[in-house]
């Protein structure tokens, strides 16, 4: 049935819609470049009943996010992050406005700010060691290695290491299966194209189900932060408590402290934002990166030189190495430019 009604959707659009749409193809940052070759910088393209002005230059690009910011701040909503009231506490999505300056001042000068990114250096070496450590085992047991879901665990443990202190890294935990299964699934209903977006009319229908999936993944998620903000305020009331100086340690503190306002629902919805940012992006370049060098051996070779060189074999990179190996460096930068996580800025 929904198959059906996909199909009657989609010839519906293409008979009385005219447009570019479904013309972008897997990857339309490569198909936005080949048009801006040849329409020049800045381009108007119908994507369905939306008009969108496309702009690939770093000129003009700078006039619109830095000179003109105020005109061109508020950003396009797309239908499903409305889902559990997402777009009214979400950094991301959120207006110039009060509520959005405040959290920005928040994460800049209490969350991320190099003297706690610095402080968090020790467990990031630590969960890096468990993935080389599980590979190697894997390696061992002539095991094939899911490079992507190996990344996601580790930065998905790190994460809330980093937010709450917890250790996600057992795999027989039911808690840390569903944990894991969740912010997956809502990676993946993120991630995929939803014609709501482009056809008005289809809001209310949502014919590809994505805003209720989605709204049952950012439930159970929220849900699980709640029960952790609970515990830790029940603990914090207890004599003896001994702070562990994460995330929600640093938040709970700003709120006692009176330094700026932040309630539960707000908190919830960043720590949601904090958990869609960081776990995939991560991943997928992780898994770009290596499926590039496994198809280039003799870049392989040159990268595998260069640590062996600069670091020594079968020691631990340390992020302060960084700097010292330039063409890992590049590799990096090489990978971000032909496969970007977020090829193109929020909708404006």
Known sequence: MGQSLLQYIYIYINIYYDGYLFEI??????????????????MSLQLGQLTTIVVSSTTLAK????????????????????????????????????????????????????????????????????????????????EAVNIRRAAFSTTLNLLSQTIFSVDLADPSSETTREFKETVWGMMEEIGKPNLADYFLFLRKLDPQGIRPRLTHYFQITVDMFDRMIHQRLESRKRDGYISTNDMLDTLMNINEEKMEDMDVLETQHLFLDLFAAGTDTSSATMEWAMAELLRNPKILSKAQAELEQVIGKGKLVEESDIARLPYLQAIIKETFRVHPTVPFLLPR
């Open 25 to 42: 193809g897997d990857k339309p940052h490569l198909s936005l470049t080949k048009l801006s070759q040849r329409h020049g910088p800045i």
């Open 63 to 142: 006039e619109i996010l830095r000179t003109h910011d105020q005109v061109f701040c508020n950003l396009t909503l797309p239908e499903a992050i409305h889902a559990c009231k997402h777009s009214d506490y979400s950094m991301a999505w959120l207006p110039v406005s009060a509520r959005w300056r405040n959290l920005r001042t928040i994460c800049n000068l209490q969350l991320f700010a190099p003297k706690v990114l610095d402080a968090n250096q020790a467990k990031r070496r630590v969960k890096v060691q468990k993935l080389i450590d599980d590979v190697n085992g894997s390696m061992r047991a002539g």
